[in-house]
């Protein structure tokens, strides 16, 4: 069955990088888009970025354009999110997910933003 | 493009609820629209995917729905049990995007 672990979240300070990675089993991964999204806590979920099932395009929330940066690796059956200049507002649990199908998630990874 | 939710639902158990899930434009219909379930403290689950399809293990007693005349997607939860209480979330297709509704709490009291 499709099963989605995330891993690389924790405390961060303000301005620091940090990367986040998904590690993706199950189905053929190099042949769906893969999406990451995240929830303040207590608040909903936000669409965070996109990247296409060969990686040749990626999308991105305004909220995060031009500090983060979607990749993936289909030799590896891996997605990754590679945060930049976090602020705190970007406090949250990341989750990736699969588009198409049945869009299952992964069971999040929390990152906290603070100094 | 916004998707709008009620804030809360509340009905008793073994009745039937039903959650709306309104675009502010274009037509509804023409992109597929999920349905996630959220229950505290856990990860997002799709209850429904595609508009009506229902993923293995999901009880037959969620539906999906499509009406076009009032833009708007539909949850249904028949027979409902309190392990239904939940945070329930729409999605549907931007440009390029995933857009959210604001989510709906669930209370079966």
């Known amino acids: 069955q499709v099963q989605l672990v995330e891993s690389g979240g924790g405390v961060v300070r303000p301005g620091r990088s940090l990367r986040l990675s998904c590690a993706a089993s199950?189905?053929?991964?190099?042949?769906?888009?893969m999406h990451w999204v995240r929830q303040a806590p207590g608040k909903g979920l936000e669409w965070v970025a996109v990247?296409?099932?060969?990686?040749?395009?990626?999308y991105y929330s305004d909220s995060v354009k031009g500090r983060f940066t979607i990749s993936r690796d289909n030799s590896k059956n891996m997605l990754y999110l590679q945060m930049n200049s976090p602020r705190p507002e970007d406090t949250a649990t990341y989750y990736c997910?699969?588009?198409?199908?049945?869009?299952?998630w992964g069971q999040g990874t929390l990152v906290t933003v603070s100094s | 493009f916004m998707l709008t939710q009620p804030h809360s639902v509340s009905e008793s158990p073994g009745k039937t609820v039903t959650i709306s899930c309104t675009g502010s434009?274009?037509?509804?219909?023409?992109?597929?629209v999920q349905w996630y379930q959220q229950r505290p403290g856990s990860a997002p689950t799709t209850v429904i995917y595609?508009?009506?399809?229902?993923p293995s293990g999901v009880p037959d007693r969620f539906s999906g729905s499509i009406d076009s005349s009032s833009n708007s997607a539909y949850l249904t939860i028949s027979g409902l049990k309190t392990e239904d209480e939940a945070d329930y979330y729409c999605?549907?297709?931007?440009?390029?995007?995933?857009?959210f509704g604001g989510g709906t709490k669930l209370t079966v009291l």
């Open positions: 999605q549907s297709y931007g440009n390029n995007n995933w857009v």
């Open positions: 990247i296409l099932f060969d990686g040749s395009n990626k």
């Open positions: 434009s274009g037509n509804i219909a023409s992109k597929y």
């Open positions: 595609e508009d009506d399809e229902r």
């Open positions: 199950g189905f053929t991964f190099s042949s769906f888009g």
């Open positions: 997910a699969k588009d198409a199908g049945r869009r299952d």
